[in-house]
């Protein structure tokens, strides 16, 4: 359909939204049309009393709380764009209140499990100090394993221990790492022409010399918690979160955590105060005189 593709185009080269984004908001507004269709309706006619039975068929679909509201938004923002191009008169969804967003509590690590983790790994080869380099990054950081895997040679500012990142919507920002990552990161810098089989400029590379991919980002830890036999399974984004929740619990106030972790709103970093505060009851209880 012309006017679904010409919002995926705009999408995609208008507001750099990314192909995975692009993708879901193709879903979402498909699963649309199916619902126009089962009612005989016409998309550019659709007014908000046609909407009533949108969240019964987002039902059939069993969709979580979650994907209704990202429907939602994806429809939003489908119908604000018809309306500009002047295809539509307003917008039906502007009126469709979102169902109760769930909210889920970042998993992270604590600080002495990280130091397990960092302690029981060996360096044997150029490529465990590659993965260890991940890891410290990861922790040291903050950034999306999209944006790790992203990171270029020369993005790296090794005189003020900084990286230039780009986030969502190709936001460029600056991260920073302690002394301990650059440790690791200059002992790897050393080794990095010998593994640099393919004259890349990406700064984490597979065996075969070519750019690290999330999917091996990930197989790559999978693979660090089986040889050192650690009890939890983690993921880049439980990194991400623990970076979050340390700087916190240790006076971080939240808009810097939030301009770290490239987040656009401080509402989506304030998350973390749920898991901050536990944090902060529990020394409460074990430094009061009288405890509990």
Known sequence: MKDLQNYLDYLKYNKNYSEKTIVNYEIDIKNYFSYLEQECLNYKEVEYEDLMGLFQHFESLKLSSKSIRRHISSLKGFYKYLNSMGIVNGNPFNYVSLPKKEIKLPRYLTYDELLEIFNDLEIKTNYDLRDRLIIELLYA??????????????????????????????????????????????????????????????????????????????YILNQIIKKISFNKHITPHMLRHSFATHLLNNGCDLLTVGELLGHSSISTTGIYTHVTLDHIKDVYYKSHPRGR
């Open 141 to 218: 950081t903050g950034v999306r394993v999209s944006e790790l895997v992203n990171i270029k040679i020369e993005d790296i500012i090794l005189a003020n221990q900084s990286i230039k990142v780009f986030g969502k919507g190709s936001k460029e920002r600056f991260v920073y790492y302690n002394d301990v990552c650059k440790e690791i990161l200059d002992s790897y810098l050393k080794i990095y022409p010998i593994i640099n089989k393919k004259n890349s400029n990406y700064l984490l590379l597979n065996q075969k010399g070519e750019q690290l991919t999330t999917a091996g980002i990930s």
